[in-house]
């Protein structure tokens, strides 16, 4: 019940933004960030309404989410912590998108090991914008050049982009961050259509979504918010 009731405070925070920026709601989709919760939690979450849930380790997501995943078709597992080569099998196997595609190396990696899959593995590429201690392509003319070398790629589908602002309580910082991603997206949609390929910015947590939905984003990144009691 606590984690319903996050949910529909969440909700109303969601809508509340939607109205100040001239947004529908069915623009956005609420992502639960789901790393460290145990499936019990998930669960809930689940039948509170939510349906996309993100993970950051690959070893955690499918030894806990496997069973989840096949009784719960509906949900999309998406990774969106930091993944390397030698992890890019399983996670290619096992999610349904991937966030954090933060370098070309990886890039070709969740390439070759989505060659088994029945259907293409969704694809973000991630931009830094500002938190020092993240990852992701350092500007535009790296975003592009991995644009490249994703659309040349056959199992793999260019879904958006991704970023993660700085943690601060600058407020400015933040929307600077955003305003770069989405920025970054008007332009990737202009050298590489079709638009939808780069539809998705999936930006703002739970310190920072209202701002993110003002700034643009289609899908919140939320942990803290829904699970915490």
């Keep these: ?73 509906e949900a999309q597992i ?24 933060d370098r070309n190396e990886l890039i070709a990696e969740l390439e070759k090991h989505s060659q088994l899959r029945s259907k293409k593995l969704d694809v973000l590429l991630e931009l830094h914008t500002g938190e020092e201690t993240k990852s992701g392509f350092e500007n535009l003319d790296a975003l592009f050049k991995a644009a490249e070398n994703l659309l040349s790629c056959k199992k793999l589908q260019p879904a958006g982009l991704m970023t993660m602002a700085p943690f601060t309580d600058d407020k400015e910082a933040v929307r600077s961050s955003f305003r770069q991603l989405a920025k970054a997206q008007e332009e990737m949609q202009k050298r590489f259509p079709p638009a939808e390929n780069w539809a998705c910015l999936s930006m703002g947590m739970s310190n920072d979504f209202e701002t993110a939905i003002e700034e643009g984003s289609t899908l919140l990144r939320i942990g803290s918010a829904i699970f915490k009691g």
């Design 78 to 101: 998406h990774l969106i912590g930091s993944l390397q080569r030698n992890k890019a099998k399983n996670a290619a196997m096992f999610f349904d998108c991937v966030q954090s595609a």
């Design 1 to 73: 019940m606590v984690i319903a009731g996050n949910i529909a405070k969440i909700e109303e925070r969601i809508l509340n933004a939607c109205n100040k920026a001239g947004r529908k709601r069915e623009e956005i989709t609420l992502m639960g960030v789901s790393k460290f919760i145990p499936v019990n939690l998930i669960e809930e979450a689940f039948n509170a309404g939510v349906r996309y849930f993100g993970e950051s380790r690959v070893k955690e997501a499918v030894e806990k989410l496997e069973g989840f995943k096949i009784n719960r078709k």
